[in-house]
Nanobody
């Protein structure tokens, strides 16, 4: 069973930074696309950022210029560097991977931006 595992969440003051990391639990072919979604209490899960094996990146408008996604294709890992965090960024962040029509998810990591 393919499983993605996130790390790096936590509590930070507004304006602070966090770096999320995500890896795969076993050897698997390179994911065509990897990225992040998030879900705040009472809200639907929403897209945050994605990156393809070719390095094409997409971002949610509200995180552009603050968040940066990167990946290591050989290791099937993806990172999300989050700067200038705002209270509205508070959510559970989920890593995902896409390959051959299958989508895999991590269990999520909590990010809280609060004073």
């Amino acid at each position: 069973q393919v499983q993605l595992v996130e790390s790096g969440g936590g509590l930070v003051q507004p304006g602070g930074s966090l770096r999320l990391s995500c890896g795969i639990n076993r050897s698997y072919r390179t994911m065509a696309e990897m990225g992040w979604y998030r879900q705040a209490p009472g809200n639907e899960r929403e897209f945050v950022a994605s990156i393809t094996t070719g390095g094409i990146m997409s971002y949610k408008d509200s995180v552009k210029g603050r968040f940066t996604i990167s990946r290591d294709n050989a290791k099937n890992t993806v990172d999300l560097q989050m700067n200038s965090l705002k209270p509205e960024d508070t959510a559970v962040y989920y890593c995902y991977g896409l390959q051959f029509g299958s989508q895999f998810w991590g269990q999520g990591t909590q990010v809280t931006a609060s004073s």
